[in-house]
């Protein structure tokens, strides 16, 4: 299709221009050609015009946006879930929102069985820049956030990155180009880990839970290390209410798929209140706001010329919508690139209309937030295993245990000695729990993994960069 066509060209010429600020400079790296900037303006280069694939941008139900569900008689188990809308069909009317908690449910709804998600008070809404991005203390808040996420999913797993000590080194990562990998690598564990893995203590709990626990430890020994006088930061005091469930849930929400948004996006327009950004997937146009710089700040002075694409991943954060730092460069300026196909610039107008057509019918998204509490499907899980590893294994979980272990298909040779494991039982019981192993929900599945011992490549792969498989 045309945009695999557009990343033939691109791909292996062009690597993260975020990171590019921060590469070493012993490092060599050749930039694309510098743009130019007739391609995208002049009508008389003969551009093929390009159609809009994506829906026409609704003020109903934007594409992105989150609501809640209301008003259902048929399936009245759904109402008040909160959801992420997918799509709307054209031809029936219906809206398909995708809801939260890991359910992979998609609901088609009417549009007055839905309304916004409840918006957080306006004290608790970052504030913005002048320039369009946090200011410093929401911006430090963000980015201490990430850093002690990544720092626990890192120490969640004994060291997936070798060399981390302590937060300043993850700070480090991303001044070279080995470590922005490494950077990358834990931001993907931290968010599958968000709410499910195994604590540094051997309870079953995820990064949101590590989060917690050593908030509430820096809050009890902070008379102790500071004397009992002393207050406590309002930084700190900030912080531990992101990472709450009673005063902020947005953090709490980021292992949630119908929260965070993980993907490809055109970066389209940079304004001071926020970059704008094409979802390439659905076509949901988002105000993304960046957290010590603006998104497209580190871009364009690297020479990116908008619209460009990127990939990143967009979160909720106090009523606003942020990048969680780590964005790659799958492109440099789409329909301004000299020597592009025609085809490009026919791209760049066709998004800059999507933009000005989702302004126009108010359907830009600028909030993931969702302000109440979680569902109990959600962060209820390490609650029952931490339950469950004080308890001896009932009859019924062993009879479990063992019917799963003799689906050959599903497990490889050797997997029943998982039995021996000691805290099996506390995970069949979360399973038995939330994953409707009792076929109440045909498109749930129970999957237990079995972890071979690495193979030499493997070995020494990991010997090289530093990645623990």
């Known amino acids: 299709g045309r945009g695999d066509d557009v990343r033939e060209v691109r791909d292996g010429y062009y690597q993260s221009v975020a990171q590019l600020q921060r590469v070493s400079p012993e490092l060599k790296v050749q930039l694309p050609p510098k743009p130019s900037t007739k391609s995208s303006t002049d009508s008389s280069t003969g551009s093929t015009p390009v159609a809009d694939p994506y829906p026409t941008p609704s003020s109903i139900a934007p594409t992105g946006s989150r609501v809640r569900i209301h008003g259902l008689e048929a399936k009245p188990e759904y109402n008040g879930r909160d959801g992420r809308v997918v799509s709307i069909d054209e031809t029936t009317g219906r809206v398909n929102v995708t809801l939260e908690a890991h359910t992979a449910t998609t609901l088609r709804v009417k549009p007055e069985n839905m309304s916004p998600s409840p918006f957080p008070a306006t004290a608790r809404v970052a504030q913005i820049d002048a320039s369009g991005h946090l200011l410093e203390h929401d911006g430090r808040c963000l980015n201490e956030t990430l850093n002690s996420a990544r720092f626990a999913v890192n120490d969640m797993n004994h060291g997936l990155v070798k060399g981390i000590r302590d937060k300043s080194d993850i700070n480090d990562l991303q001044h070279s180009q080995e470590g922005f990998q490494k950077?990358?690598?834990?931001?993907?564990?931290?968010?599958?880990?968000?709410?499910?893995?195994?604590?540094?203590?051997?309870?079953?709990?995820?990064?949101?839970?590590?989060?917690?626990?050593?908030?509430?430890?820096?809050?009890?020994?902070?008379?102790?290390?500071?004397?009992?006088d002393t207050p406590i930061p309002d930084l700190l005091t900030s912080i531990l209410a992101a990472w709450s469930v009673e005063k902020e849930q947005d953090v709490a929400r980021w292992g949630d798929a119908a929260s965070r948004r993980y993907g490809t996006f055109f970066v389209v327009e940079d304004t001071n209140t926020g970059a704008v950004l094409v979802d390439k997937r659905d076509g949901a146009v988002y105000k993304v706001f960046g957290i010590k710089d603006t998104l497209c700040g580190p871009l364009l002075r690297s020479g990116a010329v908008l619209p460009m694409e990127i990939q990143t991943t967009l979160l909720p954060f106090r009523g606003r919508i942020v990048y969680d730092g780590v964005s790659i460069a799958a492109s440099n300026g789409?329909?301004?690139?000299?020597?592009?196909?025609?085809?490009?610039?026919?791209?760049?107008?066709?998004?800059?209309?999507?933009?000005?057509?989702?302004?126009?019918?108010?359907?830009?998204?600028?909030?993931?937030?969702?302000?109440?509490?979680?569902?109990?499907?959600?962060?209820?899980?390490?609650?029952?295993?931490?339950?469950?590893?004080?308890?001896?294994?009932?009859?019924?979980?062993?009879?479990?245990?063992?019917?799963?272990?003799?689906?050959?298909?599903?497990?490889?040779?050797?997997?029943?000695?998982?039995?021996?494991?000691?805290?099996?039982?506390?995970?069949?019981?979360?399973?038995?729990?939330?994953?409707?192993?009792?076929?109440?929900g045909p498109g749930n599945a129970v999957t237990c993994g079995y972890y071979p011992p690495p193979s030499a490549e493997e070995t020494d792969e990991a010997k090289r960069t530093g990645i623990r498989f």
Do not use: C
């Open 183 to 228: 950077l990358m690598y834990l931001n993907k564990r931290m968010y599958s880990e968000w709410t499910t893995g195994t604590l540094p203590d051997g309870k079953f709990g995820g990064v949101f839970h590590y989060l917690r626990a050593s908030g509430e430890f820096s809050v009890e020994s902070f008379p102790a290390d500071n004397g009992p």
């Open 334 to 440: 789409i329909g301004t690139r000299a020597g592009a196909a025609s085809v490009d610039a026919g791209v760049a107008r066709m998004l800059r209309e999507r933009v000005r057509l989702a302004q126009d019918a108010n359907a830009v998204v600028t909030n993931l937030s969702h302000h109440g509490p979680l569902h109990l499907d959600y962060d209820q899980s390490s609650d029952v295993a931490e339950n469950a590893s004080t308890e001896s294994p009932t009859p019924e979980l062993l009879a479990l245990a063992n019917q799963l272990t003799q689906m050959k298909k599903a497990f490889p040779k050797g997997a029943p000695h998982m039995l021996t494991i000691d805290y099996l039982p506390a995970q069949l019981k979360v399973a038995a729990a939330f994953a409707a192993v009792a076929g109440s």
